[in-house]
């Protein structure tokens, strides 16, 4: 049974820095590749990251590029979002994603205020 646990969400300054995790389990993790989105309220859900089941292929949506960077640890079935220099812009609430099973996470806050 594929289980997705984001944690790591909260409130945080403009400018400030956040790393989302994402712990999986029940399928083979190492051989998935991995996504993040987020949702902004009245927003579509968009695509923020991807990276592939070994860890060296990634993928960034323009309005994160060189501010977030998506990483794993094949090890402990975990997922990393690493956001640097937030912007009230990024507050939604993320999601982890494996697009193989089209299986969802429920989802962590992430609210960039001052």
């Known amino acids: 049974q594929v289980k997705l646990v984001e944690s790591g969400g909260g409130l945080v300054q403009p400018g400030g820095s956040l790393r989302l995790s994402c712990a999986a389990s029940?399928?083979?993790?190492?051989?998935?590749?991995m996504s993040w989105y987020r949702q902004a309220p009245g927003k579509e859900r968009e695509l923020v990251a991807h990276?592939?089941?070994?860890?060296?292929?990634?993928s960034y949506a323009d309005t994160v590029k060189g501010r977030f960077t998506i990483s794993r640890d094949n090890a402990k079935n975990t997922v990393y979002l690493q956001m640097n220099s937030l912007k009230p812009e990024d507050t939604a609430v993320y999601y982890c994603?494996?697009?193989?099973?089209?299986?969802w996470g429920l989802g962590t806050q992430v609210t960039v205020s001052s």
């Open positions: 994603y494996v697009p193989y099973y089209n299986f």
């Open positions: 029940g399928f083979t993790f190492s051989m998935s590749g």
């Open positions: 990276i592939n089941g070994a860890g060296g292929i990634t």
